[in-house]
């Protein structure tokens, strides 16, 4: 995780990117460690002036974070890339 | 079981008596169970049961203590589904004792064998209160999940709008299951507003709105909207004077409110089927709304 940190700030200095998609289709097991490090790459990414959207959760997952009291403040979530690119596109609902 | 020889004697005595004792047995459970079963019913059922007690006593079969067990088992379960009180149930063996000690009250040589009889049935009263409370419990544990299958529903009520209506109230465990289905639902729908309509929850206290929240935030994580419907005027009362805060999720008072407001979200209008007044179908392509009373405007 910190070294995923590391390679995404310094992707994002060379290429100025104002997108980060983190898809989490994958995993299958979170801790509030993982629930953590989620909001530190949104608070990181802010910092380079670009927003963060976490896809493809499973319903599993999102029950686990929500009884650990891990909402993710600071990071989009989308149901799969498709609909996380269209939020970083500004196509998503104007309040959102 | 260790019965010996006052088990055997009195395994004689009861082969001896058969009909009279099976006669009295039957006479005084029916009097118990109140004409719920007839008379013939349980004279078949408890000869079956005195045969067994009697292979039992004699200690000649291994076997009948088990199937006597067996055959316990089955008639309390049987007398548990039809509703029949513990008593009724527990009072079907004792009244054994009581039928058999009317007969040999007389008879001065068989009181050892009576006690060591009588202890014999308790244990097999106290056996038939085990299986019929095992039955009861099973029947609650049927009961109560078949009650969770039938109140969570998840509805499909636009393309990308689904409602959850909840009806009852909501502890823990339903509240994990209508949060899987929920967000089972978002993913296999790839919808983006939920709709908790909570219209036939009979009340809201702290508990309550704290299972809702954690659904509300399940769903948000899969980044769909959630909009709270269906809070009568007596439980915005109770939320309010409980100082529950619902944050910046948005409630609404009824169902059709909460579509509106999704259909909103998702960039849709519901306008009078005038074809004229609708915007898309004059300009460009032909509306291809799903109903006809609606279509799809520009955002």
């Known amino acids: 995780m910190i070294r995923l940190q590391e390679d995404l700030a310094d992707e994002l200095t060379r290429t100025g990117a104002h997108g980060v998609i983190i898809d989490i289709t994958g995993v299958e097991i979170v801790d509030s460690f993982i629930g953590r490090m989620l909001s530190t790459i949104g608070s990181i990414s802010r910092l380079f002036d670009a927003e963060t959207v976490i896809v493809g959760m499973r319903p599993a997952v999102a029950i686990t974070l929500t009884e650990l009291g891990l909402s993710l403040k600071g990071v989009r979530t989308a149901l799969n890339a498709e609909k996380g690119l269209q939020i970083l596109n500004g196509k998503s609902r104007p309040d959102g | ?299």
């Open chain 2, 1 to 299: 079981m260790d019965v010996g020889t006052p088990g055997t004697r009195m395994a004689d005595y009861l082969r001896d008596h058969r009909d009279k004792v099976i006669g009295r047995w039957t006479e005084l459970v029916v009097a118990g169970v109140r004409g719920r079963v007839t008379a013939d019913e349980v004279q078949r059922e408890l000869g079956d049961l005195f045969s067994l007690v009697v292979r039992m006593l004699s200690g000649a079969d291994e076997h009948a203590a088990g199937e006597l067990h067996a055959g316990l088992d089955e008639l309390s379960r049987g007398r548990a589904r039809n509703g029949f009180t513990p008593r009724e149930t527990a009072l079907g063996v004792f009244s054994l004792k009581e039928a058999v000690y009317e007969l040999v009250a007389d008879t001065a040589e068989l009181v050892p064998e009576f006690l060591a009889f009588s202890r014999l049935i308790d244990d097999l009263g106290l056996h038939t209160f085990e299986a019929y409370s095992a039955a009861r419990e099973q029947i609650i544990a049927d009961q109560s999940n078949a009650m969770l299958e039938l109140s969570t529903p998840v509805v499909r009520l636009w393309d990308g709008i689904i409602a959850v209506p909840l009806v009852g109230t909501l502890d823990s465990a339903r509240t994990q299951l209508v949060m899987e289905k929920l967000l089972d639902t978002l993913v296999a729908t790839g919808a983006d507003h939920a709709v908790i309509d909570i219209t036939g929850v009979p009340t809201v206290d702290t508990e309550v709105a704290q299972h809702l929240l954690k659904t509300v935030a399940a769903a948000r994580l899969l980044g769909a909207e959630c909009t709270i419907s269906g809070i009568r005027p007596q439980v915005a009362q109770t939320i309010v004077s409980l100082g529950i805060e619902f944050g910046d999720i948005a409630t609404k008072s009824s169902l059709a409110d909460a579509l509106a407001l999704a259909l909103k979200h998702a960039g849709l209008k519901v306008v009078p089927a005038l074809w004229s007044r609708c915007p898309s179908s004059r300009s460009g392509p032909r509306c291809s709304s799903p109903s006809r009373s609606t279509c799809r405007t520009t955002p």
